[in-house]
């Protein structure tokens, strides 16, 4: 048989430190776990993709209010999320 990924859900492992998801082959349940750390090389990639967007919400988040600190969420962003 083909493996497939019917089931999108995933959940955060704290022992492995690593996202687990499940893949089926017929009967067969076969667990997958990729480590924070290659998720977190994603994230940065996707960063660097879209670094322009990222910029602009920064400045304007700054322009209302001057701290030294943001936590820009995905609501910011025209775009559904980030890919990582």
Same mark, same amino acid.
């Given at each position: 048989?083909?493996? /497939? %990924?019917?089931?999108?859900? +995933?959940?955060?492992? @704290?022992?492995?430190?690593?996202?687990? %998801?499940? =893949?089926?082959? =017929?009967? $067969?349940?076969?667990? $997958? %776990?990729? @480590?924070?750390?290659?998720? @977190?090389?994603? *994230?940065?990639?996707?960063?660097? /993709?879209?670094? !322009?967007?990222?910029?602009?919400?920064?400045?304007?988040?700054?322009?209302?209010?001057?701290?030294?600190?943001? !936590?820009?969420? /995905? =609501? +910011?962003?025209?775009?559904? =999320?980030?890919? *990582?």
């Amino acid at each position: 048989m083909t493996l /497939a %990924f019917p089931n999108p859900s +995933r959940s955060f492992d @704290e022992v492995r430190n690593a996202v687990r %998801f499940m =893949g089926h082959d =017929g009967a $067969f349940h076969i667990r $997958f %776990f990729i @480590e924070a750390g290659a998720l @977190e090389a994603n *994230c940065l990639s996707a960063f660097d /993709a879209l670094r !322009t967007s990222i910029y602009d919400v920064a400045r304007e988040a700054y322009s209302h209010s001057r701290r030294d600190s943001y !936590t820009l969420t /995905a =609501g +910011r962003f025209p775009l559904a =999320g980030f890919p *990582c």
